[in-house]
């Protein structure tokens, strides 16, 4: 059955018991029927604030604080963003809150595929090491992996395989990402391969499996959420971590509090929040959205609109190249005469970026942007250029990359796949000139 997507409102309206425990994982007190035992502190959160009088809430109510707007989430900590769901939380940047070289975390987006996890326990927080192909399976907490191995800290790039996904055409069922589904923070942790080595690696692996504490939307325990990985040379690169920071802060809670994977350059998907547990498998992990048509596209390209069989889609693996232009803000009014100073990223999963060009004229010449190194490998670069206009009227200023090998951005939308992934068409914004 394909899981049905919908908003706080409707979820109240089918029944709000139910509803109450889905979104806050709210359990009224079975004595008193009235009270919490559980769920009051994401409640509290999300209102902005405790709730003193919570033994007297009726079970089933949304909350005032919520239930006025359409799109009734305060995310706590995060600022702008768009919420594309609010059940599982989704929610993008829009490309000009972005505009920062090293993403903030309140401007870093939300994808989250169940229900966040609630009461952590940081002292009791244990990472397992498993799997077939795991020499010594081991368990650490979060102290011991601060303290056994060496600290690393990397600027990365999240992108999200769906982002983009909103410009296919036939649309594609999923999350409506436009272009915000991306960020490059810096991340602080550790690298994933000396916790592997720690353990001991048999000859036969093949790839790494994550699981993570957050919890099915069903309810049901003994359903994942997501478990995904990579191959093992994917997992050995020196940049690929686990992470407990964030810029030096603390991860935020709907960004994998308090431990993740960071698979730099690959989908978002591959880089396991609420991480508790990695295995170590001897053949392709098969967990939840790894198989089938999950965060695969079609082995050859296919017609728009074609069906395609399980056996016809490959696993995303390198993300490709790509940019925003995140200065100035689209729509912006600009005087004659003066040049606009442009300001973006670009990228290319596992590559690097060479040039990064700027049309005025729908792509007719093309300039030639600054384009800066990246901080580390697999770190967004920043460009910059300076753009002038001959008489006043409506342009777009379009932005295109070009990564190591000569592979370009396209204009328009690239291979079209069903579940509509790896749309890296060239970002356009719009500039009036008076
Ligand atoms: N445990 C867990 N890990 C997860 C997910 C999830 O739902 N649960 N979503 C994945 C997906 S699809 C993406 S794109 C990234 C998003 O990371 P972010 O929410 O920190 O931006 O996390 C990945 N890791
Ligand atoms: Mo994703």
Known sequence: MKNKKIGIHR??????????????????????????????????????????????????????ALAETASPFQIPGKDGLTVLNDRPLNAETPAHLLNDDITPAERLFIRNNGATPTDIDLAAWTLAIGGESVREAKSYTLDELKQRFTAVDLQLTLECGGNGRAGFYPPASGNQWTYGAVGCPQWNGIRLRDVLEDCGIKDDAVYIGYYGADTHLSGDPNKDTISRGVPMAKALEDESMIAWGLNGQPLPLENGYPLRLVIGGWPGSTSGKWLNRIVIRNQVHDGTKMTGHSYRVPCEPVAPGTEVPAEGMCIIESMPVKSLITSPRSGVQHSLGEKLKLHGHAWAGDRSVKELHISIDFGQTWQTATLQPAANRLAWQNWDHEVEFPQPGYYEVWARAVDDLGVSQPMVLPGWNPRGYLNNSAHRIAVTVA
């Open 11 to 64: 979820l109240y309206q089918q029944d709000p018991q139910r509803a109450d425990w889905e979104v806050f994982g709210r359990r009224a007190h079975p004595s008193t029927r009235r009270g919490f035992i559980s769920g009051l502190g994401r409640m509290s959160a999300l209102v902005g604030g405790a709730i003193v009088f919570h033994r007297f809430m009726p079970e089933g109510l949304i909350p005032a």
